[in-house]
T-cell receptor, first 118, second 108 residues
Framework: NAGVTQTPKFQVLKTGQSMTLQCAQD?????MSWYRQDPGMGLRLIHY???????DQGEVPNGYNVSRSTTEDFPLRLLSAAPSQTSVYFC?????????????????FGPGTRLTVT | RKEVEQDPGPFNVPEGATVAFNCTYS??????FFWYRQDCRKEPKLLMS???SGNEDGRFTAQLNRASQYISLLIRDSKLSDSATYLC?????????FGAGTTVTVRA
């Protein structure tokens, strides 16, 4: 049971390049989400999904696309990288039932991708 | 105004001391509350949920005050291994809102 895996761990892009950050989970979680973490800002939600074929925007969606074709995978695409997208990106997953109101809900995070855009 | 605000610290305490810190949240309709722990350059991990009546997990005590919209975390008998950043997390619908974190450093 690998939990939540993310690739790559580190990436350097030039402004204007595109790329996809990969995220996969093997816990059969319905809910998956992407966050970015910047110094002093806390984690901010980019996009989330409540199941295969369903995605929605979070707090900071501009410049990012997602898709959820399977329960296991939730890739994040940067369309045209900008220096403002330099950040640490975390993918997370959880059961949906807890998110619907259970106080014992826990979100499991991947190890993160450290992205630098020059 | 940020949805979740925390004192960033750092709180620098000796081993064995008690340390406590709060966070405030802006949405009075928030449904659930949590403390996550994040070690340097690692992913966040759930420390404990916060229940309305307050709850303990070993040396950690969490309190929720809905009327004043704040959550607290108290760590008793601090260990070196408690050094980390503690993230206050508030749940609304399908979204979690994270505070920027409170850094705690426990020294020998």
């Amino acid at each position: 049971n690998a939990g939540v895996t993310q690739t790559p761990k580190f990436q350097v892009l030039k402004t204007g390049q595109s790329m996809t950050l990969q995220c996969a989970q093997d816990m059969n979680h319905e809910y998956m989400s992407w966050y970015r973490q910047d110094p002093g800002m806390g984690l901010r939600l980019i996009h989330y999904s409540v199941g295969a074929g369903i995605t929605d925007q979070g707090e900071v969606p501009n410049g990012y696309n997602v898709s959820r074709s399977t329960t296991e995978d939730f890739p994040l695409r940067l369309l045209s990288a900008a220096p403002s997208q330099t950040s640490v990106y975390f993918c997370a997953s959880s059961y949906l039932t807890g998110l619907a109101g259970g106080s014992t809900y826990e979100q499991y995070f991947g190890p993160g991708t450290r992205l630098t855009v020059t | 105004r940020k949805e979740v605000e925390q004192d960033p610290g750092p709180f620098n305490v000796p081993e064995g001391a008690t340390v406590a810190f709060n966070c405030t949240y802006s949405n009075s309709a928030s449904q659930s509350f949590f403390w996550y722990r994040q070690d340097c350059r690692k992913e966040p991990k759930l420390l404990m949920s916060v229940y309305s009546s307050g709850n303990e997990d070993g040396r950690f005590t969490a309190q929720l005050n809905r009327a004043s919209q704040y959550i607290s975390l108290l760590i008793r008998d601090s260990k070196l291994s408690d050094s980390a950043t503690y993230l206050c997390v508030v749940h609304n619908d399908y979204k979690l809102s994270f505070g920027a974190g409170t850094t705690v450093t426990v020294r020998a």
